[in-house]
């Protein structure tokens, strides 16, 4: 296994054997991270490796990966600890019909005690005995509200909990932790400086190609090229969503599933929702003359 702490070229090896890669300027920064325990806040639009890039890092590090997936109204009960409040009340009822439940001290202390705590992914990041640290993904960051990100903010600082029944956890074995945003609003100033950042660009051409190559295995070459020179060519219209790599790594599958090995006017015109996922934007590219936009992916190669 490749030592990711080494050097850039190292982790951009470690990638590669498991599938990811990643250019220059992402390696040197996620070879940071590593080196300086600090997280590593990734922004891009969709489909372009962000959440792939923790997942692939964890495997790589042969490291567990816990993931806290955010959304609107995500709270420290869903992403921290929660009370089995049923298994709490199954206890109690259990206790009354046997007639144990007299030292009252005593059944709160179980009652809130490690038997009836929830784990939820971020307690077990922090709490964890991994051999080798996990890797904590918190994805979407910019979907949870603003308290939300605050809390996590102080969580970053001192990876420590205080669960006020139990008493304070401190993390032994700090994880690698990788946070992602769609940048569908901003994040807060202070939980970036906390961070290593990365805007996540699409790649380059020649990168998608080998990518394509990389994740659809026997995919002819021609294709490959054709299809994300394509994509590449979609990216400078006006979307209302622009495809990332993982439209361009559908659709080729797609392309080949049915039996092509190259691009053709017909058989993008048949396989364009595989790439594009708004009506409007589907019209808009067949309007802009889609035979001509095939003929340019086809032309250069
Ligand atoms: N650099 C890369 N090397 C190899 N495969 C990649 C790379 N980037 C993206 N992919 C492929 O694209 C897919 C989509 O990537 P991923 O889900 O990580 O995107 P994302 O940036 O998290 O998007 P979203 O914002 O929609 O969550 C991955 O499953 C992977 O197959
Ligand atoms: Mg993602």
């Given at each position: 296994?490749?030592?990711?702490?080494?050097?850039?070229?190292?982790?951009s090896?470690?990638?590669?054997?498991?599938?990811?890669?990643?250019?220059?300027?992402?390696?040197?920064?996620?070879?940071?991270a590593?080196?300086?325990?600090?997280?590593?806040l990734?922004?891009g639009?969709?489909?372009?490796?962000?959440?792939?890039?923790?997942?692939?890092t964890?495997?790589?590090?042969?490291a567990?990966?816990i993931?806290?997936q955010?959304?609107?109204?995500?709270?420290v009960?869903?992403?921290?600890?929660d009370?089995?409040y049923?298994?709490?009340?199954?206890?109690?009822?259990?206790?009354?019909?046997?007639?144990?439940?007299?030292g009252?001290g005593?059944v709160?202390?179980?009652?809130f005690?490690?038997?009836f705590?929830?784990?939820?992914?971020?307690?077990?990041?922090?709490?964890?005995?991994?051999?080798?640290?996990?890797?904590?993904l918190?994805?979407?960051i910019?979907?949870?509200d603003?308290?939300?990100?605050?809390?996590?903010?102080?969580?970053?600082?001192?990876?420590?909990?205080?669960?006020?029944?139990?008493?304070?956890?401190?993390?032994?074995?700090?994880?690698?932790?990788?946070?992602?945003?769609?940048?569908?609003?901003?994040?807060?100033e202070?939980?970036?400086?906390?961070?290593?950042y990365m805007?996540?660009?699409?790649?380059?051409?020649?990168r998608?190609?080998?990518i394509?190559?990389?994740?659809?295995?026997?995919?002819?070459?021609?294709?490959?090229?054709?299809?994300?020179?394509f994509?590449?060519r979609?990216?400078t219209?006006?979307?209302?969503?622009t495809?990332?790599?993982?439209?361009?790594?559908?659709?080729?599958?797609a392309?080949?599933?049915?039996?092509?090995?190259?691009l053709?006017a017909?058989?993008?015109?048949?396989?364009?929702?595989?790439v594009?996922?708004?009506?409007?934007d589907l019209?808009?590219?067949?309007?802009?003359?889609l035979?001509?936009?095939?003929e340019?992916?086809?032309?250069?190669?």
């Amino acid at each position: 296994m490749t030592d990711m702490r080494s050097s850039p070229d190292a982790v951009s090896r470690a990638l590669t054997e498991h599938s990811y890669l990643a250019d220059r300027g992402l390696a040197t920064v996620l070879y940071l991270a590593l080196r300086l325990g600090k997280p590593l806040l990734l922004e891009g639009e969709a489909g372009v490796g962000k959440t792939e890039l923790a997942k692939v890092t964890a495997e790589a590090l042969g490291a567990r990966l816990i993931r806290l997936q955010c959304y609107e109204g995500i709270d420290v009960a869903h992403a921290l600890y929660d009370w089995a409040y049923a298994k709490q009340m199954l206890y109690i009822r259990t206790l009354e019909a046997t007639g144990q439940a007299k030292g009252g001290g005593d059944v709160l202390h179980d009652l809130f005690g490690p038997q009836f705590l929830e784990r939820r992914p971020l307690l077990d990041a922090i709490d964890n005995d991994d051999l080798v640290p996990p890797v904590l993904l918190i994805d979407e960051i910019d979907r949870a509200d603003d308290e939300f990100e605050a809390f996590l903010l102080e969580l970053l600082s001192d990876f420590q909990v205080t669960i006020p029944e139990i008493g304070t956890i401190t993390c032994e074995a700090r994880p690698v932790v990788f946070l992602t945003s769609n940048r569908t609003r901003e994040l807060h100033e202070a939980l970036k400086r906390r961070c290593l950042y990365m805007w996540v660009p699409h790649p380059e051409l020649e990168r998608e190609i080998q990518i394509v190559r990389v994740r659809v295995p026997g995919v002819p070459e021609r294709l490959a090229a054709e299809a994300a020179r394509f994509v590449g060519r979609l990216r400078t219209m006006d979307l209302a969503k622009t495809p990332g790599i993982a439209e361009t790594i559908d659709w080729t599958q797609a392309l080949m599933a049915l039996g092509e090995e190259e691009l053709s006017a017909d058989m993008v015109d048949a396989t364009l929702g595989s790439v594009l996922k708004y009506h409007e934007d589907l019209e808009k590219v067949r309007d802009a003359d889609l035979a001509r936009l095939v003929e340019e992916a086809k032309a250069t190669l």
